[in-house]
């Protein structure tokens, strides 16, 4: 099944028997006795190697060397060539290295290569080459509107950052909170899941490589409830980002209140995909395929919930499924798979657990609604389409983060909006018409942080990228990340000599 170039590059990645962290350009020294997780290959279930949990004492360890480094002002006051310099090197060893980045990112997360090397990890040296580009134009503020004064806006970095990287995208994702963290002359500590720890350790070798100062970037890794935990409490920290569930971002954001630390948040999601009657059916269909089942369906802004209008539904729908059928499932490391295993035993049961509330709820299942033991013990789960009755299906309300997606048929176009809002959810939304009028209101209408309209997914750095309601706080982009990593400081200074009120001369 698998491609056997590929399977032979994974013998040349030298993975260590125990992943540590990385604090201060050194490896974490294991704990006697040491706990360690398992990092299993999705596609098989086997184990690759071990992961050193890191406890609170560690995580104070690094982030003292985070703030040790701030303080020593080797990065936080270095130049803007200085740190473009790095940047853009790190940028581009980032595509040197691409095809080891995918596999170690696709040995633990069980994404298809394919897919990793196109897109995440290309994505991922785009993140140091933008944010290199956007500090060389950073203009302050001046005002002279208040007469005989000036006033200058100057912007400073916040100190040190507790990052958190999800497992669906790390390398991606984590790529970005570093290089918008650190273009600014702040220091960080990151934590990446324990379940796809190795792209993200090598990134950190490459930055540093790159010539990056040793302590700027640290890891520590481990378990939410406890590397996590540590981590959000710690103090020291003067920012928290983190991409993930909701559940999570409450307890980090109580952590956070306990010191009045400012968060972002990216969290999750379960899109509408709206499909109007006028709409290319042809570009709708293979862009509902591309937005539902990208990533293997695990992607916070997958367009899982299909509304598609009547005239055009049984049309629609018999094509979809079809198409869905079709996808070709299996080995992430074969090139030519499309959608690849759950990336571990746990979320695949989360996803299967989904297909008995469907029953339970009445939707009527189109295809797939399965594991896959056919391919092996991987965690597979076969593309699943189910048709339901209305958005009030667990279905329609909760993230499954699987290869899943509900149809739902309406009538006209405020049935539409309607059903496109009815979430607790705002990350991003789909629209495909050829109407002017339409497009329109959906910009208007639509309570989503993104809006596609006509297209799958694409991303413009330089645009703000959050959510509404419960899927996030906070926006990624340019303008966004220097609000939340500099702090502003207003500088006031006289022209001349204005007049000042003289108290204190007695009678």
């Not at 134009?137 to 950052?161: C, K, M, N, S, W």
Request: with cysteine.
């Amino acid at each position: 099944m698998g491609s056997p170039i590929l399977h032979e590059s994974i013998a040349n990645l030298e993975l260590p028997d125990l992943i540590t962290g990385h604090i201060a350009g050194l490896p974490v020294l294991p704990k006697t006795p040491a706990i360690s997780l398992p990092v299993r290959y999705p596609g098989s279930g086997e184990t690759i190697a071990s992961l050193q949990e890191d406890d609170a004492t560690q995580v104070a360890t690094a982030v003292a060397a985070a703030k040790a480094r701030f303080e020593s002002g080797e990065w936080s006051q270095s130049t803007i060539e200085e740190r473009q310099r790095v940047l853009r090197a790190t940028a581009q060893a980032i595509r040197t290295h691409a095809n080891d980045l995918a596999l170690r990112e696709s040995i633990c997360a069980g994404l298809p290569f394919a897919h990793l090397a196109a897109r995440q990890i290309p994505r991922a040296a785009d993140n140091f080459d933008f944010f290199a580009d956007y500090i060389g134009v950073l203009a302050g503020e001046t005002f002279d509107q208040l007469q005989e004064y000036r006033t200058v806006i100057t912007r400073h970095p916040v100190g040190v950052a507790a990052l958190f990287a999800p497992w669906n995208a790390c390398l991606a994702l984590s790529s970005m909170q570093v290089a918008s963290c650190i273009a600014f002359g702040n220091s960080c500590v990151l934590k990446p899941s324990e379940f796809s720890p190795l792209a993200v350790l090598q990134l950190v070798h490459l930055l540093e490589s790159a010539g990056l100062p040793s302590g700027v970037v640290n890891i520590v890794n481990g378990r939410g409830a406890v590397t996590g935990a540590a981590l959000a409490q710690a103090e020291g920290i003067d920012r928290i980002a983190f991409t993930g569930r909701g559940d999570t971002a409450r307890k980090l954001m109580r952590a956070a209140a306990e010191r009045l630390t400012p968060v972002h948040f990216e969290l999750e999601g379960n899109s509408a995909n709206i499909i109007f009657d006028d709409a290319d059916i042809d570009r709708a269909i293979d862009g509902a395929l591309v937005s539902a089942f990208g990533n293997s369906g695990q992607i916070c802004i997958a367009g899982s919930r299909i509304l598609v209008q009547t005239q055009i539904a049984e049309r629609f729908i018999e094509r979809f499924v079809a198409r869905t059928e079709t996808l070709r499932v299996g080995d992430p490391l074969d090139s030519t798979t499309e959608v690849g295993p759950m990336g571990f035993a746990e979320h695949q049961q989360h996803v299967l657990n989904f297909f008995t509330l469907a029953k339970n709820s009445g939707a009527n299942l189109l295809t797939g609604g399965r594991a896959m033991p056919e391919l092996g013990s991987g965690y597979f789960v076969a593309p699943t389409v189910f048709k339901v009755l209305d958005n009030h299906s667990p279905l329609c309300q909760e993230e499954i983060f699987g290869p899943v997606v509900t149809i739902q048929v309406f009538e006209d176009d405020e049935e539409a909006w309607a059903i496109a809002n009815d979430s607790r959810f705002g990350l991003v939304g789909y629209c495909w018409t050829e109407s002017l009028h339409r497009a329109q209101v959906f910009q208007q209408k639509v309570q989503a942080g993104t809006l596609w309209l006509n297209t799958p997914i694409a991303r413009d750095l330089r645009a703000p990228f959050g959510g509404f309601k419960a899927s996030g706080i906070g926006r990624d982009g340019p303008r966004h990340a220097a609000d939340f990593f500099t702090e502003e400081k207003a500088t006031i200074a006289a022209l001349g000599k204005p007049a000042i009120m003289k108290i204190g001369m007695g009678q």
